[in-house]
């Protein structure tokens, strides 16, 4: 008679990115291939900009032993009480997961691109509000699939020790000084930086 093997649950070491939309993806995307990293950008993944959809994409890389990096914008939160009352319930219920990693920025990721080329800490209402900055350093940032698919404007994000620039400040900075970003939690879980 054959012997009964319990099968061993091996959890999944590379994490899966999580985002809102478009410009969340192809910036991991291209990270991805620009440094080799080991992380899984699944279309699937992105999309609707809401809590409830983030966390039951959540659920589904838990659900199948992974681990995920969920980039995403507050901005909705500061203007409807619901979905700041779903945010916090977010935080509070991973708070000591190691498996999931929350990467919010207020008002948008682009606030994260900015501090690439500037650490301001100023209150941006609005992420056009920041991509107006933005552009002053990076001309043509659009959020349309034409001008994110393409690699450049990430490359140049990363040149000459921009993306350094960016993690130090979003990381130094914390989120009680206006605009925030916690990309910087991403860029250590990915592996472009060593956690400190």
Known sequence: ??????????????????????????????????????????????????????????KQVLDGRGRAVVVFDADVSTWDEKEKVRLDELKRKYASNSDVVLCDSLPSIEYWFLLH?????????????????????????????????NQKWVHELCSGGKLKNAYTAAKTNGMNKGSYTNIWKAAECIGLFRTS
């Open 117 to 149: 080329f500037v650490n301001t800490t100023r209150q941006f209402g609005t992420s056009w509000a920041v991509i107006a900055q933005l552009q002053k350093y990076l001309p043509g940032f659009c959020k349309n699939e034409s001008f994110l698919k």
């Open 1 to 58: 008679m054959a012997r009964k093997t319990a099968a061993r649950q091996i959890r999944d070491t590379h994490f899966t990115i999580i985002g809102a939309g478009i410009t969340e993806q192809w910036y991991f995307y291209h990270l991805q291939s620009l440094f080799r990293l080991g992380i899984k950008i699944r279309p699937r993944n992105f999309g609707e900009e809401n809590i409830s959809s983030l966390d039951k994409r959540i």
